[in-house]
């Protein structure tokens, strides 16, 4: 028997495998995002420089510049971005430890509200607050999520910039690629092969969502297309300036 759809199997040993293992971080949104905006930033720039009337060396310089400039900036952002998440998970963590210390009797009090909300009663609730509370471990990591929000497992912060840059570096070059090779009818299809890359990675994107794939990718190319027609508009509305 195996899994169909992603879909994990149901069989006691499959289940205390995957108990054994955790959660996995997923770095799925790293790879999503960095992908939608080089292929969206990079395409606004080559459209905008064809709106402006420029030539095809200034839009290798500038999509080049864009690539490796906008996209190293992403990924730092999304590296503190995720950093900051381990900074408050550790301010956290610090904080319920020393109040687990410090007033145990208040923070078994926590407990019991907490689960109280989720419908536990009487001895079951009682039985339950005396468990969690016998191990610190384990009493604080339950503080952690049910109080504060935290995650069971925080991602790495390097294989979240990583996934960011690489995915933009891959998407966002398919725009540059017709006029980095000379291609006849450059802009054409630059606008084509884009046009595939929102699609396809809306489509990507659907095998972890509910709507079907060909929904996603063409939400993803409706986003792209109308950066890349804002883009060109304005190109367009100033090259009379770039002229002058």
């Given at each position: 028997?195996?899994?169909?759809?992603?879909?994990?199997?149901?069989?006691?040993?499959?289940?205390?495998?995957?108990?054994?293992?955790?959660?996995?971080?997923?770095?799925?949104r790293d790879w999503?995002?960095?992908?939608?905006?080089?292929?969206?930033?990079?395409?606004?720039?080559?459209?905008?420089?064809?709106?402006?009337?420029?030539?095809?060396?200034?839009?290798?310089?500038?999509?080049?510049?864009?690539?490796?400039?906008?996209?190293?900036?992403?990924?730092?952002?999304?590296?503190?971005?995720?950093?900051?998440?381990?900074?408050?998970?550790?301010?956290?963590?610090?904080?319920?430890?020393?109040?687990?210390?410090?007033d145990p009797a208040?923070?078994?009090?926590?407990?019991?509200?907490?689960?109280?909300?989720?419908?536990?009663?009487?001895?079951?609730?009682?039985?339950?607050?005396?468990?969690?509370?016998?191990?610190?471990?384990?009493?604080?990591?339950?503080?952690?999520?049910?109080?504060?929000?935290?995650?069971?497992?925080?991602?790495?912060a390097w294989r979240?910039?990583?996934?960011?840059?690489?995915?933009?570096?891959?998407?966002?070059?398919?725009?540059?690629?017709?006029?980095?090779?000379?291609?006849?009818?450059?802009?054409?299809?630059?606008?084509?092969?884009?046009?595939?890359?929102?699609?396809?990675?809306?489509?990507?994107?659907?095998?972890?969502?509910?709507?079907?794939?060909?929904?996603?990718?063409?939400?993803?190319?409706?986003?792209?297309?109308?950066?890349?027609?804002?883009?060109?508009?304005?190109?367009?509305?100033?090259?009379?300036?770039?002229?002058?």
């Open positions: 028997m195996s899994a169909i759809n992603g879909d994990h199997l149901h069989t006691l040993d499959d289940i205390r495998d995957r108990i054994l293992r955790g959660p996995q971080p997923s770095y799925l999503v995002f960095g992908g939608i905006d080089g292929a969206v930033t990079t395409f606004a720039v080559v459209s905008g420089v064809v709106g402006a009337g420029l030539p095809g060396h200034v839009i290798i310089i500038l999509g080049l510049a864009n690539l490796v400039g906008d996209g190293f900036s992403m990924a730092a952002g999304n590296y503190s971005g995720t950093r900051t998440e381990h900074d408050e998970y550790e301010f956290f963590e610090e904080m319920e430890r020393r109040h687990i210390r410090e208040g923070e078994a009090a926590e407990v019991r509200e907490i689960y109280r909300h989720k419908g536990f009663s009487g001895e079951m609730l009682e039985s339950l607050v005396a468990h969690i509370t016998a191990d610190e471990e384990r009493w604080l990591s339950t503080m952690l999520i049910e109080e504060h929000g935290q995650p069971h497992q925080l991602r790495s979240a910039a990583i996934s960011t840059f690489a995915a933009f570096l891959v998407c966002g070059a398919v725009p540059l690629l017709p006029f980095v090779l000379d291609w006849q009818g450059g802009f054409s299809l630059s606008v084509a092969m884009t046009a595939v890359v929102f699609f396809a990675i809306g489509s990507v994107k659907a095998r972890w969502a509910v709507a079907p794939w060909w929904r996603e990718g063409s939400a993803t190319l409706v986003v792209g297309a109308a950066a890349a027609f804002m883009a060109y508009g304005i190109g367009y509305l100033l090259r009379g300036l770039v002229a002058g």
